[in-house]
Nanobody, 125 residues
Framework: QVQLAESGGGLVQPGGSLRLSCTAS????????VAWFRRTQTSEREFVAT?????????YGSSVRGRFTISGDAADATAVYLHMNNLKPEDTGIYYC?????????????????WGQGTQVTVSP
């Protein structure tokens, strides 16, 4: 089973930025779709962003579109990043990395094969 590890969470002021990273133990993402979901006060598992490695197709949740960007490691398919800009207090939550098949756009928990443990993001003055 693939072990996913997230990093990069922390405390940031409103309007600030963070970059989250997701890596997989001992393998690459080259045959997968990778996504970020989050748990907030208002949502148990909200879709944030996804990337399909084979064609770099991306999709975003409506609440983050235009502020967040998902990208993959340029050199090899071993890391996925979530660049978060103009953060708002409502972005506070636990951010989870997830992996699934490259045959789908991974924007629903139903298609997730494995989850990471999550990383806390807190946006507060």
């Amino acid at each position: 089973q693939v072990q996913l590890a997230e990093s990069g969470g922390g405390l940031v002021q409103p309007g600030g930025s963070l970059r989250l990273s997701c890596t997989a133990s001992g393998r690459s993402f080259s045959t997968n779709s990778v996504a970020w979901f989050r748990r907030t006060q208002t949502s148990e598992r909200e879709f944030v962003a996804t990337i399909r490695w084979k064609d770099r197709l991306t999709d975003y949740g409506s609440s983050v579109r235009g502020r967040f960007t998902i990208s993959g490691d340029a050199a090899d398919a071993t890391a996925v990043y979530l660049h978060m800009n103009n953060l708002k207090p409502e972005d506070t939550g636990i951010y989870y990395c997830a992996i699934g098949s490259s045959t789908v756009i991974l924007n629903t928990p139903l298609h997730v094969w494995n989850w990471g443990q999550g990383t806390q993001v807190t946006v507060s003055p």
